[in-house]
């Protein structure tokens, strides 16, 4: 349904994005994520043809976005970050005013009717705009990106700044838009990326390097092999059993979670299963296993994993969104040694009057 080949991008001399390839099947839900300045807006931009590339094709549907521009954008629906809305229009109005914009040829109140139900409009369309709280403006924003039935839908920050149960909402109209549409989602919200999206992409410094479904990204990346294990029992003697058994390389105890039993971290050596070993050993000591599960990596540690050396971004133009997506020490120093410089600077400026 999507498809990227070579794309590039430059400002100038810098190279924004950098020959990146991907494509995104009909009926798929992808999450597209990046630090500050990877260039995942400006693949964004490109993708809804609000921006040119500088090399490469991007095809919608088998229709090129610049040779074919109005039968491509036909088949996409955009929702930017902050969506597009008048305020001294009611939503009926406003929703009315984008059909008209798009040409759309259906019957128009039943095509409305539907969009305002699906993203739960119904009550509040005869509402000013400027009146809605945050979440139903969000949904109007999604709404007006439905107008049309779009074959792609591309979603920027749809959650952002909404309360939990807003949250939880629009993730439920996502999710139940992923089965007639295909759905390119960029968050900064991991777990809302975990959560709603089949396949994630992950963009760093221009450059796609990391491609697939959360669980392969981590079972690819990480090389450990570690397990979290709750047994019946008191901690020393459970210790004692457990040290002696091969291939256990690290053993961490995280104390009582449970009346009666312990809980641990461990550790195996590479490629060394010790499932069973641990199993035996605990069994002929008395020692009932209460549970024994896999640690995966989380969407959290694959992104930093995959995006390490991202340099942070230039002091004083950290993005509070962005943050989470960094180097937390890194941005925090950076932004302070901005400040620590623009302080000095002011008492220099003090001291010469």
Known sequence: MVEIKNLSKKYGDKLAVDSISFTVKQGEILGFLGPNGAGKSTTMNILTGYLSATSGEVSIDGYDILDN???AKKRIGYLPEHPPLYMDMTVWEYLDFVYDLKKVTEDREAHLDSICETVKLTDVKDRLIANLS????QRVGLAQALIGNPEVLILDEPTVGLDPKQIIEIRSVIKQLGRDHTVILSSH?????NAICERVII???GRLVASD???NLGKSISNENKFQLRVAGDERSI???LEPVAGIQYIKSLGRKEAGSIDFIIEAAPNVDVRTPIFNALAAASLPILSLQTMDLSLEEIFLEVTKGQAVAEAGEVDEDEIELV???AAAAAVKEAA????EGADLHDSNL
């Open 69 to 71: 521009p109005v039968e």
């Open 134 to 137: 945050k979440g139903y403006k």
């Open 189 to 193: 919200i991991l777990q809302e990326v």
């Open 203 to 205: 963009i760093n410094k």
């Open 213 to 215: 479904t959360p669980e």
């Open 239 to 241: 210790l004692d059993v």
């Open 327 to 329: 180097n937390m020490p």
């Open 340 to 343: 620590e410089k623009e302080e």
